[in-house]
Each structure stands twice: as C-alpha cells, then as structure tokens.
C-alpha cells in the first residue's frame, strides 16, 4: 500500500512546524499569509452544532457588551463578555480570561476600557507577547474583529458598538 506524502508547513520566520491552515505562528507571531493577497483570510467562529436553521432570515443581531471569542487553541469557541473597565489575562487562576498553558504568562496582560468606551489590550512583559493581527504590541487600542495572539491562543475581539 503507497500512502500519500504529507508536506510539513512550517513559519515563514522562525522555522516552527504549524498546522496546515495557521494564519499566524504560535511560537513567534509572524503572519502566515501573503499580506499583498487580495485574498481575506477567514477564521470561522460558530460551531456546527449550534443549533441554528441555515434557511432562517437573519434577525440584526445588536451587541451590547463587548466581547473576546477564542478562535484557536484548546479552548476555541468560548466567549468571554467583557463587563468590567479592566480585564486581566493570563494563566494564573484569578485571571478573567484564564488561559491555561505555559506559552502564558501567569499575568500576561490586560483588556483596558478607555473614557471613550474603547477596549485597549496591553501586554505586561510577558514572556513570548501579545500580538494584534500579527503584529507584537505593547498597548494598543482594539477595534471589532482585531486578532488578539497569547501564546497559542487566538481571540477575536468584537465590540459592542461597532
């Protein structure tokens, strides 16, 4: 019996074996992607057993807080609504958003409401970082569908009002 080969995909920067379909590394952040391609990478964020009709008509769905959804990583597919002006990440167990692997720092980082209504995300030293769309931060303010990497974890963030 011939079995077919599988190609291995690894980082464009840093050499790491990733899966087939990762937009970003999870060792070191960098974008996977052609970042001059017309092409809009996608990250589905609803499960199949939802229970939703498909031939349904779509109510508009009106957000009222604003919002992390995991995308990727052990606990893809859990949300959490961000209530409160500061929001603490990271794997210590107090943490508002506990996210439990070592590629996390116990106090990783924050989710900051600003006087304007705005969610900012900033990293705390951590070891390996935060990224924003790819891109390794210290601060930075958040908009809806902003990808937020922590360690292997990828949230999507959703705000409220936009």
């Known amino acids: 019996m011939i079995l077919g080969t599988v190609t291995a995909v690894t980082c464009r920067r840093c050499g790491e074996i990733l899966n087939a379909n990762a937009n970003f590394c999870w060792s070191c952040g960098a974008p996977q992607h052609d970042s001059t391609s017309p092409e809009t990478v996608a990250i589905p964020v609803v ?6 009709d498909p031939h349904a008509v779509a109510e508009p769905v009106t957000r009222v807080v604003d919002a992390l959804i ?3 990583g052990p606990l893809a597919g859990q949300r959490f609504e961000l209530r409160t002006d500061v929001v603490t990440v990271g794997r210590h167990e107090a943490s508002d958003v506990f996210l439990d692997d070592v590629s996390v720092s116990r106090h990783h980082g924050l989710f900051t409401k600003t006087a304007s209504g705005r969610y900012t995300v900033r990293d705390l030293n951590s070891l390996n970082g935060t990224y ?8 930075v303010p958040l908009r809806s569908g902003d990808e937020v990497q922590i360690g292997k974890f990828k949230l999507l963030f959703w705000g409220a009002d936009e």
């Open 47 to 52: 499960s199949a057993d939802d229970g939703l």
């Open 70 to 72: 995991i995308a990727a």
């Open 132 to 139: 924003v769309n790819g891109s390794r931060v210290e601060e």
